[in-house]
């Protein structure tokens, strides 16, 4: 499966960079602040992205995300310990400054529970907006859904945002 979604991501990566010669490129990054909400707890987390637009409406990006509150479910503690994940991101201008995106990748997370570690992965997809306030510097909302074969998980970020 996990070499599947490469496969199919290279592929889709390799047709939109065709086109994409002739456009300008941009390289972003972005570091904020994310709540993983599980259905039974909500953790904390500082997440980082390092992103590459081939054009202006797709890009591919990586994100890490290390995790900085737990939470208890019944007598259960969990924490996250660290989720990386690869995306392919189509986005859509609104206007010189802002943008809307949607975005399906992969990832894959690691949990510490007192009954001991999880770990799981799987597809990941959502959708946001951005805003630059200068040339360089913005902000980014975003919600995506991590569907793990232990379960689901939301992630709801807001991040300061950078274009190299």
Do not use: C
């Amino acid at each position: 499966m996990k070499f599947l979604m490469i496969a199919a991501a290279t592929a889709a990566l390799s047709a939109a960079a065709i086109p994409a010669a002739s456009q300008a490129q941009e390289v972003y990054g972005t570091v904020g602040y994310a709540n993983v909400d599980t259905g039974d707890a909500n953790l904390g987390a500082i997440q980082g992205r390092l992103g590459y637009k081939f054009n202006p409406y797709v890009g591919v990006e990586g994100e890490v995300a290390f995790g900085v509150s737990g939470d208890s479910v019944g007598a259960v503690d969990v924490d996250l310990k660290h989720q990386v994940g690869g995306f392919v991101v189509g986005f859509v201008p609104v206007s010189p400054k802002a943008d809307l995106f949607a975005r399906v990748g992969y990832t894959s997370s690691s949990f510490d529970t007192s009954l001991g570690d999880l770990d799981d992965d799987g597809v990941a997809f959502g959708a946001g907006g951005q805003y630059h306030f200068t040339d360089k510097d913005g902000v980014r909302l975003d919600w995506t859904r991590h569907d793990y074969d232990a379960g689901e998980a939301d992630v709801w970020a807001v991040a300061y945002t950078r274009k190299f």
